[in-house]
């Protein structure tokens, strides 16, 4: 095979895998075999259903609930879309490429999914650097009041991230293309993401994604809580020995909200710089597959790693935010009462069509007429 297929978008294709097990015992390919077969879209499924069920909860809570309308909200709400988005379309399409050695989704998809994967990535990273600019503007500059005008101008600044994201991820659909290469008498198909004849493409391609996915906004979101790390502790002594029990409350949702976007920041980091580091890795050794056990539980762990960042929020926030976890107790217990109900709806009803047929049974019984008898 080709050793080109290493750089198969973020995450390369199965075959790979069907490689890296050449040299290995029958009994420890068949345990690679059934990991990558069965464990894992096991826990690509997982992570749709929980993603999907905590992201969309989160969204219709901040939709429906007028009181949860406010500047960091909406920058949340717009991470979980595109958390949303990710789910619905990349994960199902990587976890079904563990079952087919080859790519099976047409030109179509070869275009799209590397676009869609990286506007997620975008919306994520772009979004959190907003969010750390909001807290702090709110914490290290607190005396400039917020306009009425705020939310329209942060559903502005939410829109023209997604714009930016789908137009930086734009060379992937013009890059990306499904070839056709020689392997074992026949012909194999694949997705890749970049010319096969140019070396330096990938090295250029990983680096930039690199520096604007990664390093440059969180480097820049490193300036924004330095800032607002000192400003905190210069604060707190300088702070009156009396102070309103308003500025108190304030001063502490302030704090608090900064604290839940940093456990954003660091989950986004955790979950993709395996990923990343692992992606140039293969570009600056584009020529060659490496083999070993330890490259391949490396490469499960960040593929399973960057998708479970579009999980992971929901839950943060519910554990970090008193009021989320409020209203997301009260949608799942009205989504239980709603079940409850329904059942009780079901059950009287076939309770009365029971009734009445025994009752209607009952006089020709009594006639003679009927010779069945009937038991609820």
Not at 24 to 31: F, K, L, R, S, V
Not at 94 to 120: H, N
Request: charged share 15%.
């Amino acid at each position: 095979m080709d050793n080109t297929l290493t750089n198969i978008s973020f995450s390369e294709n199965i075959s790979i895998f069907e490689n890296s097990t050449d040299d290995w015992t029958p009994d420890g390919e068949e345990t690679v075999h059934f990991i990558l077969r069965c464990v894992i879209p096991s826990v690509y499924i997982l992570i749709i259903t929980i993603g999907l069920l905590g992201n969309i909860t989160l969204v219709k809570i901040f939709i429906t609930t007028s009181a949860m309308r406010s500047v960091p909200n909406i920058f949340i709400s717009s991470l979980a879309v595109g958390d949303i988005l990710l789910l619905v379309t990349c994960v199902p399409v990587d976890a079904l490429r563990y079952f087919y050695e080859e790519w099976i989704f047409g030109t179509v998809a070869c275009k799209m999914i590397p676009v869609i994967q990286l506007t997620s990535v975008g919306v994520s990273v772009f979004t959190l650097t907003a969010l750390s600019a909001d807290r702090h503007k709110a914490i290290v500059n607190p005396m400039d009041i917020q306009t009425s005008s705020a939310v329209f101008w942060t559903c502005l600044k939410a829109v023209t991230i997604w714009v930016v994201s789908v137009l930086l991820a734009v060379p992937e659909a013009v890059f990306s293309q499904v070839v056709h290469m020689p392997y074992k008498n026949t012909t194999f198909t694949a997705c890749v993401p970049y010319p096969l004849s140019n070396e330096l493409h990938p090295r250029i391609h990983s680096i930039m994604i690199f520096l604007v996915y990664f390093l440059i906004p969180l480097s820049i979101i490193s300036v924004y809580y330095y800032h607002i790390a000192r400003t905190l502790i210069k604060s707190a002594h300088d702070m009156p020995g009396e102070i309103s029990e308003h500025s108190k409350r304030q001063t502490e949702t302030r704090k608090r909200l900064a604290k839940i976007v940093l456990v954003f920041v660091g989950l986004f980091a955790l979950c993709w710089f395996p990923n990343q580091v692992l992606y140039m890795y293969r570009s600056f050794n584009y020529r060659q597959i490496d083999s070993s056990l330890l490259h391949l539980i490396i490469t499960l762990v960040a593929r399973v790693l960057s998708f479970s960042s579009s999980c992971v929020n929901p839950f943060a926030l519910y554990l970090l935010s008193e009021s989320f976890r409020r209203h997301f107790n009260n949608q799942l217990m009205c989504r239980r009462r709603k079940y409850q109900e329904r059942n009780s709806s079901y059950l009287q009803s076939t309770t009365a069509m029971r009734m009445t047929s025994i009752r209607k049974s009952i006089p020709a019984v009594a006639n003679g007429h009927g010779q069945k008898t009937f038991s609820v």
